[in-house]
């Protein structure tokens, strides 16, 4: 899945940007493995570009967001012998004083160790080549998944929308095309809009990336669904 895998020297005082390492879009991986001990992590809020998932041993110990209203953002590490930091970059600005911001995790590495940066672009070409395996029922994933399945459509096809209620948040792609990005949780779109050009008559590949592991089905729905807004 990734497209590059570079060694950060030892004792580095910061970690590569995704733009450092050619990476325009998708997610990196910083990783470090050796054993360490149970830790308290704390990483300044706006050193996030753009959304923080941290894991020891596969398992999720916190995540931080940068539109969260704080400075510091604090995440109990249990010991462990590999710790993840997963950073996805939400798009980037192109005008005003941020239009030259790049993505990754900034500052000093907030866990000391021996970190390799993978550049994961999520273009279809790797994620449609994935080894997909049955999914075992009720079977409880942790951490980022990815879940291929199909929708039939038995005759002319229509435009549609995909509801992502029952996930958290993640990226969709049906026939190999990029529907964007999800965030069940937070809103303001429930929904993402599928033209009838990206469908055929028949069983269409649909591939979902929940960054949570959460959820097993998307439904297609004929109207969109959006956060209620409130009027003051």
């Given at each position: 899945?990734?497209?590059?895998?570079?060694?950060?020297?030892?004792?580095?005082?910061?970690?590569?940007?995704?733009?450092?390492?050619?990476?325009?879009?998708?997610?990196?991986?910083?990783?470090?493995?050796?054993?360490?001990?149970?830790?308290?992590?704390?990483?300044?809020?706006?050193?996030?570009?753009?959304?923080?998932?941290?894991?020891?041993?596969?398992?999720?110990?916190?995540?931080?967001?940068?539109?969260e209203f704080k400075l510091?953002?604090h995440m109990w590490l249990?010991?462990?012998?590999?710790?993840?930091?997963?950073?996805?970059?939400?798009?980037?600005?192109?005008?005003?004083?941020?239009?030259?911001?790049?993505?990754?995790?900034?500052?000093?590495?907030?866990?000391?160790?021996?970190?390799?940066?993978?550049?994961?672009?999520?273009?279809?070409?790797?994620?449609?080549?994935?080894?997909?395996?049955?999914?075992?029922?009720?079977?409880?994933?942790?951490?980022?998944?990815?879940?291929?399945?199909?929708?039939?459509?038995?005759?002319?096809?229509?435009?549609?929308?995909?509801?992502?209620?029952?996930?958290?948040?993640?990226?969709?792609?049906?026939?190999?095309?990029?529907?964007?990005?999800?965030?069940?949780?937070?809103?303001?779109?429930?929904?993402?809009?599928?033209?009838?050009?990206?469908?055929?008559?028949?069983?269409?590949?649909?591939?979902?990336?929940?960054?949570?592991?959460?959820?097993?089905?998307?439904?297609?729905?004929?109207?969109?669904?959006?956060?209620?807004?409130?009027?003051?």
């Amino acid at each position: 899945l990734q497209s590059c895998e570079v060694a950060v020297s030892a004792g580095a005082s910061r970690l590569p940007t995704m733009e450092e390492l050619g990476l325009g879009r998708g997610l990196v991986l910083y990783r470090s493995r050796g054993q360490s001990n149970a830790k308290w992590m704390t990483v300044a809020t706006a050193d996030v570009k753009d959304l923080l998932l941290a894991y020891v041993d596969l398992k999720e110990a916190g995540l931080a967001y940068r539109e969260e209203f704080k400075l510091w953002s604090h995440m109990w590490l249990p010991a462990g012998d590999q710790v993840d930091l997963l950073v996805e970059n939400m798009g980037h600005i192109n005008y005003g004083v941020n239009i030259k911001e790049q993505k990754g995790l900034m500052g000093h590495p907030p866990v000391a160790g021996n970190y390799t940066a993978y550049c994961l672009p999520l273009d279809y070409a790797r994620v449609g080549a994935l080894p997909f395996q049955p999914r075992p029922e009720k079977a409880s994933i942790p951490g980022p998944l990815f879940m291929r399945g199909v929708l039939d459509v038995p005759g002319e096809p229509q435009d549609t929308y995909l509801d992502s209620r029952g996930l958290d948040k993640g990226y969709v792609w049906v026939n190999g095309h990029n529907l964007g990005r999800y965030w069940e949780t937070v809103g303001p779109q429930h929904t993402l809009y599928l033209p009838a050009p990206f469908l055929k008559q028949g069983a269409n590949e649909v591939i979902v990336l929940d960054l949570r592991g959460i959820g097993t089905q998307i439904t297609s729905v004929v109207w969109p669904r959006w956060q209620p807004v409130s009027w003051r």
